[in-house]
């Protein structure tokens, strides 16, 4: 018998309908349908930069980004935009005396937006998420399409901030792999597979529990017990010696191998998004900015300290826009 039957989730059975549901966010078609707009974005915020000087990348280029791409794809309108950024990111901040009161901010905006669709339906997400419900699984509470629309935020949002943060962050200290990559462009999709593999912005899986006596490299795991999977650690330490150094950050690495996005029934639901909006925001930025630079010492700076999400909270950089 395989680990994933022998590894079960600990989420509800309602999870998996929420999960089926939130699919339609991030078909292919629908996801490639996004590029230009992502792209436009992308540039609109860099022309919003004076031409030279010093600015938090996350807060004036990593978080917008995919911030505004996922609310105008659930169609929260423009005026909320802020505050759902703010929100989102301090969620999952969960050590931070903020995290409830953005959390709670965050279902409020939701809870609002998920009963005025239903109302008024408009060409958005949200307004197909509550057809979709009503017509397939009939008329479900109000709760259940706000939990829908929380996970798409997640997915569709927070975790894009914090990879693209992290691999920011690792060109930075990578002067060779950052030149590499302006010079030859075409390897950005791939090197953002490494960039998953290298310092993913997902750290650890949601919990299992262990359906039966397992073991795992000689570690006897009891019927019934916890599990967490170590994600990040498994792109560092999973055999790759045909790969090269699994320590080392290489952009050209062939078809680097992560568990990132998890594996079977929890794969990301926000993956084609998260690859498409990475990698076209690192082509737009070694386009446009042809010099960056941290403007901090790389120790100094500060993470999310949630456990789940791995990222910083700020990236200070020198720059000139070209």
Known sequence: MGLGAQMMEADPPEHTRLRRLASVAFTPRRTTELAPRIEQIAHDLIDALPPAGETDLVEAFNAPLPGTVIAELLGIPEEHHLDFRRWSARALQVASPEHRPALAGLHGLLADLVADKRRRPQDDLLSALVAVRDEEDGRLAEEELVGTAMMLVVAGHESTVNLLGNAVLALLQHPDQLRLLRDRPEL??????????????????????????????????????????ALGAAGRDAPQAEDGDPAVLDVTRPGARHLAFGHGIHYCLGAPLARLETTIALRTLLARVPELELAAPADSLQWIGSGIIRGVLSLPVRYRVG
């Open 188 to 229: 950005v999709p791939g090197a953002v597979e490494e960039f998953l593999r290298y310092d993913t912005s997902v750290e650890r899986s949601t919990s299992r529990y262990a359906a039966e006596d397992i073991e795992l490299g000689g570690v006897p795991i009891p019927r019934g017990s916890m599990v967490v999977v």
